[in-house]
């Protein structure tokens, strides 16, 4: 029997991870193939779990987010600020997720929403209108902290909030002091914490 794919061959394995969807990928072509395993391959490397990076920094990932979120938005996905920032971690569509895919981090990804053959197209940056969907606003949100930490060196986690609120280039410009810091911003600072703190 000829075998127009080859990756069915590897993929339809009994040991491979892809093997429950061997038959889905049987289906397509070549080239579509191609497309849709850089996608798949792409959104599992993209999900690493960022959790080291801050534990060696004392920092509780999981309860620093959920903290965030609570403040941001209460847990709405559909909150909308009159700034402009959107759903639960209340991204800013010209800072956070503009810099999240300048930054050429994995966006979009059709083929995991929607297995459709008809569906499937490359990966490409988040837009605005995607900022709604929980986990997509999460990433971005969660992602955007780890920077702030690891890549503009915030050494704490007040810094690090001081940034995610009243920005990066102005506690910069203020000499790291979150004192000098907007009443918003400090107060936004003292209310994380104190969830923070009380989940810990």
């Not at 990932?61 to 209460?74: A, F, G, T």
């Not at 909150?79 to 994995?106: D, R």
Request: aromatic letters at 10%; a positive charge; charged letters at 20%.
């Amino acid at each position: 029997m000829t075998c127009h794919n080859p990756f069915i061959i590897v993929f339809g394995s009994s040991n491979s991870p892809l093997q429950p969807f061997s038959q889905f990928i049987g289906r397509l072509s070549l080239k579509t193939t191609i497309i849709a395993l850089i996608a798949y391959f792409a959104l599992f490397l993209s999900s690493c779990d960022l959790k080291p990076a801050f534990a060696e920094q004392g920092i509780n990932w999981d309860k620093l987010v959920s903290s965030v979120i609570m403040v941001e938005s209460k847990g709405n996905p559909n909150a909308v600020s009159p700034q402009g920032c959107i759903g639960l971690m209340q991204i800013n569509p010209n800072g956070a997720l503009k810099e999240y895919n300048q930054c050429g981090m994995t966006g979009w990804i059709k083929i995991a929403e929607y297995p459709n053959p008809k569906d499937i197209g490359s990966i490409t940056p988040f837009a605005e209108e995607d900022l709604i969907i929980p986990r997509v606003n999460k990433k971005i949100g969660t992602w955007y902290l780890h920077r702030l930490h690891n890549h503009y060196k915030c050494p704490t986690i007040e810094h690090i909030l001081g940034a995610y609120n009243g920005g990066i280039t102005r506690l910069k410009k203020n000499n790291w002091d979150i004192n000098k810091m907007s009443y918003e911003t400090r107060n936004y600072v003292k209310k994380v914490m104190k969830l923070y703190n009380e989940e810990l």
